[in-house]
């Protein structure tokens, strides 16, 4: 299948239900509004997606640049091209999820990471972030800087009232994440979540909410997967 096939059948699949959906969620134009349960099936028809996923991804249209993030190969990403993703991105989840899944499971993420969380510019800042906790999430513990992620802690406790929307979101998520994922930190991340206090976070014209960081890890805890790690960043 080539870029230009799985555009023709993304359009036919879209629904303009969904795409209003994704509008107030802070998707821009292009998009069709496909589910992703259609964009998983065109998935799993894809075995060799590198090439096909960065060609996607070039085309800005949002569906198609989802897909590009489930059909990537992350061990064959170079830095430039995780960055261009970074900088090509126009909406949250593109940012949060599609860039930030398939940094964390390249060689480069950690170390582009550190470098999106000091952007000024606010998508990349929370695509930063967000990579944090997907490595976290995935990497065992003994190849992840326990004091460094201490010291990203406490630059969340020092900052997060002063960032932007979309950036305390996610800087939310990665104490969460932190919390859950790294069974040596767990009890830090509590306490320096509970001196944070709840994350107030505009989300515009939809029913999201940001957790309270405390009650997430909590639950987790609840279920006893506390240190049990994810196979993959990407979903």
């Not at 099936?41 to 989802?66: C, F, N, P, R, W």
């Not at 900088?87 to 993420?109: D, F, I, M, R, W």
Request: aromatic share 6%.
């Amino acid at each position: 299948m080539t870029s230009n096939e799985i555009l023709k059948q993304l359009e036919t699949l879209g629904l303009p239900s969904i795409k209003n959906v994704l509008l107030k969620h802070g998707i821009k134009e292009p998009l069709y509004g496909v589910k992703i349960e259609e964009l998983k099936k065109i998935q799993k028809k894809i075995k060799d997606g590198h090439e096909l996923s960065l060609q996607l991804y070039k085309t800005g249209v949002y569906d198609a640049m989802y897909l590009a993030g489930l059909v990537a190969e992350p061990e064959k990403m170079s830095a430039k091209e995780l960055q261009e993703w970074a900088q090509q991105a126009n909406a949250p989840v593109l940012y949060e999820t599609t860039v930030a899944s398939v940094a964390a499971e390249s060689k480069h993420g950690m170390e582009l990471a550190k470098k999106w969380i000091a952007s000024k510019d606010a998508g990349i800042a929370s695509a930063g972030w967000a990579t944090l906790a997907a490595i976290v999430s995935i990497k065992d513990d003994s190849e992840l800087d326990i004091l460094m992620l201490k010291e990203l802690m406490d630059k969340v406790a020092a900052t997060i009232d002063s960032s932007p929307n979309r950036v305390k979101s996610t800087m939310n998520g990665f104490m969460i994440a932190v919390g859950i994922y790294v069974k040596e930190l767990n009890g830090l991340a509590k306490q320096t979540a509970q001196k944070i206090g709840k994350v107030k976070v505009d989300m515009g014209d939809t029913a999201c909410k940001v957790p309270f960081a405390v009650d997430y890890i909590e639950k987790a805890e609840g279920k006893n997967v506390i240190g049990k790690k994810k196979k993959t960043a990407r979903c």
